[in-house]
């Protein structure tokens, strides 16, 4: 073969964020080092979480065969000589090695706003078959900062900085805290081109040597790293707020949605621009000021949690729905949003895509299940820790329920308190059944705490059918809460939580989920959830819009039963009656306000049912769809 090398010029990169870019080199002098003072206290506050706070401690010292806190230990004697790199760089690997993406050392400004990146994105696929499958390596998108010409989307890339590519591939997944060989090999992947430096440190080169194939010709292209600060999310939680009920129900793995930020910077401009029209919508301001005006029969009025369309395949037309992320500061109108996109979509199959979801608010991500099937959702459990500080912790109101059981656990030597539901069943059930067809829920090993609290209740709860394009989610079983947060929330002179310099956090896993159902009792973390059927990508998928993906997802959805039911309230406020129409479904049991009210036989095309006179007020009308014996589908209206 032919080679060809070349560098690339270092043009800015990406659109608006072009003032905020700047070389690693420029970025490193903008740095400055930590006192020994300053030191000492990060390392006693990060014994101070894992030792007491860290809910999977005794998983990861069996599991992964670690000991966090003697290393802490020799941290403390031997800092001194170290270089400020070498300091984070143990802090970090401290972290890591316990392969938990929700409990990380929050490196201090300026890093921990700050990404590193390549302008263009690698993504895998498979040819072949089983055990003789092989991954390729693709360049999916370039950003604009590129400007040699062969190196384009559809390239196949063969090596890095002299390594071959798989290889590179290997060595940057040992680097990651995935907690399954599929996670970290996602996120070794994604971290070649992109590496928040909230809790990584920057990369040690300045620079990689790219190697690829331009059709026979093997070429190779010279890089530099990158930096800049990707804009937060529009509805993005506020984690250290104590004031905020969010901060303590977030499940989020925070560099997996650092990433997906940056990417929707660097590559998806009209993303950004439809982002930008709707939060403009959202402050008040007219749709005739507004350049980019959202069309809410087409786009989702939260479109960087949220988008939808039709998707065409060989075995029919289906609904899709692409959760991108579960970071929210509320519930309550990303769950009215879904409801009036569900609304909008096919009803005879849906398919729900969380690839690349690294959680957020779990409310959000468990009420999301109601919407989906007939079936009274039972949420995940969580538990504490048993440790005095945990006991001292639950004093807040909103942990009252745990207490009781957390004192007993640390008498009795438990090593963990009784498991709770976050969601309540009450809020788990309130909206009920929105979408009626079968569903499909598409995940990867990108796909982190509450997603994975998601994918966990899809399927033990019966939803649908799991279609994974790995062989597991991220396994990231907990409920998050950050240094700062536990700072306010445990207060007064006894409180072992002292102020960190320089902007610094921590991040810990404070409650662990437990599985309900068929799985009771099985904790989520490092295990994840195993999807009932696995899509191996092709390149077709790669560069053609997920077709090879979406046609395995039809076939799935091809063979389901469509089962519904629909009921409509007429008649007088004195004399309410109810007509009711089934596919699919032989009875229909009526239930106003909790309690039963008439059951039908559903032998003819429409029934209606009499109800008299409901009384004043509003009331709650459940309609029950049956197939031999098994509720199939469920219709709820309010008067």
Not at 342 to 351: D, K, S
Not at 589 to 602: E, N, Q, T, Y
Request: hydrophobic share 40%.
């Amino acid at each position: 073969m032919a080679t060809s090398t070349r560098t690339a010029r270092r043009r800015p990169t990406g659109g608006s964020t072009d003032a905020g870019i700047m070389t690693l080199e420029q970025f490193l002098t903008t740095t400055s080092a930590l006192t020994t003072t300053q030191r000492v206290r990060l390392i006693e506050q990060a014994t101070v979480l894992l030792g007491q706070c860290y809910v999977h401690l005794p998983l990861k010292r069996a599991m992964h065969a670690v000991d966090p806190l003697q290393r802490l230990r020799l941290l403390q004697l031997r800092h001194a000589p170290m270089s400020d790199r070498q300091f984070h760089d143990e802090l970090i690997s401290i972290f890591t090695e316990l392969r938990d993406l929700h409990t990380n050392y929050i490196l201090p400004n300026p890093y921990q706003s700050m990404t590193a990146f390549l302008p263009f994105l690698i993504e895998e696929h498979f040819t072949g078959s089983g055990a003789k499958a092989t991954r390729k390596y693709l360049v999916t998108k370039v950003a604009a900062g590129i400007t040699e010409p062969t190196f384009k989307a559809g390239i196949e890339l063969t090596s890095w900085s002299g390594v071959p590519i798989d290889r590179a591939v290997e060595i940057n997944a040992d680097r990651q805290a995935g907690s399954n060989p599929d996670a970290r090999r996602a996120r070794g992947l994604e971290a070649l081109t992109m590496r928040p430096m909230m809790m990584s440190a920057p990369p040690d080169e300045h620079w990689v040597a790219i190697g690829y194939l331009d059709g026979t010709t093997e070429r190779e292209l010279r890089l530099p790293w990158q930096v800049f600060q990707p804009p937060p999310a529009p509805n993005a939680s506020a984690p250290g707020n104590a004031k905020r009920a969010a901060a303590r129900l977030l499940g989020i793995d925070a560099t997996t949605e650092a990433v997906r930020r940056t990417k929707k910077v660097l590559f998806n401009p009209s993303a950004m621009a439809l982002e930008r029209a709707a939060g403009a919508i959202a402050a008040g301001k007219t749709r005739t000021k507004v350049p980019m005006v959202a069309d809410p029969a087409t786009q989702s009025t939260m479109p960087d949690n949220l988008s939808f369309r039709s998707v065409t395949t060989t075995k029919g037309t289906f609904g899709y729905l692409r959760v991108w992320s579960f970071d929210l500061n509320d519930d309550g109108p990303f769950l009215d949003e879904v409801t009036r996109i569900l609304g909008l979509l096919p009803q005879n199959g849906l398919i729900l895509d969380m690839r690349g979801n690294g959680g957020g608010l779990v409310t959000a991500s468990e009420g999301l299940l109601q919407l989906l099937t007939p079936h009274q959702v039972q949420p995940s459990l969580f538990s504490f820790i048993a440790t005095p500080l945990t006991v001292a912790i639950c004093a807040h109101p909103s942990l009252a329920e745990w207490k009781p059981s957390l004192v007993r656990s640390v008498e009795t030597a438990e090593q963990h308190s009784q498991g709770f539901p976050i969601t309540t069943p009450e809020d788990a059930n309130r909206r009920g059944q929105q979408y009626q067809g079968p569903v499909v829920l598409i995940t990867d090993a990108l796909c982190y705490s509450a997603t994975d609290i998601f994918a966990a209740g899809f399927q033990d709860n019966g939803v649908g059918t799991i279609l994974g394009v790995s062989g597991n989610t991220g396994a990231g079983g907990a409920n998050v809460w950050t240094h700062e947060l536990l700072s306010q929330i445990v207060t007064g002179a006894g409180s072992p939580f002292a102020p960190l310099p320089k902007g610094a956090d921590f991040r810990v896993a404070i409650r662990r989920v437990t599985r309900v159902g068929p799985s009771n009792g099985v904790p989520l973390e490092d295990l994840g959830v195993v999807p009932d059927a696995q899509h191996r990508m092709t390149r077709n998928d790669l560069l053609n819009g997920n077709q090879d993906l979406f046609e395995a997802a039809g076939a799935i959805l091809a063979k389901q039963p469509l089962r519904r039911i629909d009921a409509t309230l007429g008649g007088t406020t004195a004399n309410r009656t109810l007509s009711i129409t089934g596919k699919g479904v032989d009875r229909a049991d009526v239930i106003v306000d909790g309690r039963p009210r008439a059951s039908v036989d559903l032998a003819t095309a429409s029934v209606s049912v009499p109800l008299g006179n409901l009384g004043a007020g509003h009331h709650r009308v459940e309609v029950l769809g049956f197939h031999t014996g098994t509720v199939a589908a469920r219709s709820s209206l309010t008067t």
